[in-house]
């Protein structure tokens, strides 16, 4: 089993910014694999968020979102971030990271292999 562990969701207003961290333990993640956030709102499917693989740093992020969302990695610490500005109410969700370790559809979750446990996000207007 490898952990994931996000952190830093919360409860903000419409136009504020959060910073997301994913910490993944295991050596495995340093030379290969993608890490990838999601998030699900109630009564909604997951969806992509961004992406950034582990090794290159190249990142991928949902059309919808990329200018407002950057996704970042500190190798030294293991950990991915996902930061989002000028939050709106429709990004209320859960925010999951993942890791797959052969990527080939970097925005398809069920590809992804290993999952953390969620983090609520809740934007109020």
């Known amino acids: 089993q490898v952990p994931l562990v996000e952190s830093g969701g919360g409860l903000v207003q419409a136009g504020d910014s959060l910073r997301l961290s994913c910490a993944a333990s295991?050596?495995?993640?340093?030379?290969?694999?993608?890490l990838g956030w999601f998030r699900q709102a109630p009564g909604k499917e997951r969806e992509f968020v961004a992406a950034?693989?582990?090794?290159?740093?190249?990142?991928y992020y949902a059309d919808s979102l990329k200018g407002r969302f950057t996704i970042s990695r500190e190798n030294a610490k293991n950990t991915v971030y996902l930061q989002m500005n000028n939050l709106e109410r429709e990004d209320t969700a859960v925010y999951y990271c993942?890791?797959?370790?052969?990527?080939?559809?970097?925005?398809?979750?069920?590809?992804?292999?290993?999952w953390g446990q969620g983090t609520q996000v809740t934007v109020s207007s």
């Open positions: 993942a890791v797959d370790l052969n990527p080939t559809r970097v925005r398809v979750a069920t590809d992804y292999d290993y």
């Open positions: 295991g050596r495995i993640f340093k030379n290969y694999g993608i």
């Open positions: 950034i693989s582990w090794a290159g740093g190249i990142t």
